[in-house]
C-alpha cells in the first residue's frame, strides 16, 4: 500500500502540473478571460507551490506521512471540483492558489518516500528514476484524457472526472503503514542553507 501511495502522488504531481495547460482552450473562453489573465492563475500556482514546498517538509517531519498524503490527494480533488464548476476570473483564482499546496503536499510525500521504500530502501537512484516515470505519467496522460473527455462529454465532468482520479487513491492510504518523519528536523538548519552558494543557484 504505501508503495502505491507513494507513486501515486508523484503521479498526482504530474496532473497538477499540467492540468491548467489541460484545461486552458476550453477554461478561457468559460471565465471569459485572456491568456494574460490566464497566465496570472498559472502564476498563482507556481506561487503556492514556491510556499508549499517550504511548509510540507516540516509539517510530514511533525505529524507524519499519512495525513499529508490525505490532504494532499483531497485538496488538490477539492481544487479540481471547483475549477470544474468556476465561471468568473475570481472564482478560478482561489482553487489555482491552493492547487499549489495540495501539490507539495504529494510531491513530498511521494519523493522522500519513494527511495526509502522502493527496492527495499536498497536502491534510491533506480526507485527515484521509476518515481519519476510515474510523474512523466501523469504529465503526459492528464491532456490525453481530457482531450477524450472533451470530445465525449462537458467540460464540468470532463474536468470532474479528474478530480476524482486525484481523490482515488485517498482510500490507499488508511491502509498503508509508513516510516515515520524525520523528527530530528531544525528550522535553524534549513535556514543555514540560505547561506550555500549551490543552494541559492538551485533556488534561481
Known amino acids: 500500500m504505501d508503495k502505491a501511495v507513494a507513486l501515486l502522488s508523484v503521479f498526482g504531481l504530474g496532473m497538477c502540473f499540467s492540468l491548467l495547460g ?9 471565465l471569459k478571460i485572456d491568456q494574460g489573465h490566464f497566465g496570472s492563475l498559472i502564476s498563482s500556482f507556481m506561487f503556492s507551490c514556491l510556499l508549499g514546498s517550504l511548509v510540507m517538509g516540516i509539517t510530514v517531519d511533525k ?9 494532499g490527494f483531497v485538496a488538490t480533488a477539492v481544487c479540481i471540483f471547483i475549477l470544474a464548476n468556476a465561471k468568473s476570473y475570481s472564482a478560478a483564482f ?9 501539490a507539495m503536499a504529494m510531491n513530498t510525500v511521494g519523493n522522500t518516500l519513494i527511495p526509502q521504500i522502493l527496492f ?4 534510491p537512484a533506480a526507485a527515484s528514476n521509476l518515481g519519476n516515470v510515474f510523474f512523466g505519467l501523469g504529465l503526459f496522460l492528464t491532456p490525453l484524457l481530457v482531450s477524450l473527455l472533451f470530445r465525449k462529454t462537458s467540460y464540468e ?3 470532474g472526472a479528474l478530480g476524482i482520479l486525484v481523490l482515488i487513491p485517498t482510500v490507499l492510504v ?7 518523519g524525520n523528527a530530528g528536523f531544525s528550522i535553524g538548519s534549513a535556514v543555514a542553507l540560505l547561506k550555500e552558494p549551490g543552494a541559492l543557484v ?3
Open 22 to 30: 489541460s484545461i486552458g482552450v476550453k477554461l478561457m473562453p468559460r
Open 63 to 71: 505529524i507524519g506521512y499519512k495525513p499529508v498524503a490525505v490532504f
Open 94 to 102: 482561489l482553487p489555482c492558489l491552493l492547487l499549489g499546496f495540495g
Open 120 to 123: 527495499e530502501g536498497k536502491n
Open 157 to 159: 465532468i470532463a474536468v
Open 174 to 180: 488508511f491502509g498503508a503503514e509508513f516510516p515515520k
Open 202 to 204: 538551485a533556488a534561481l
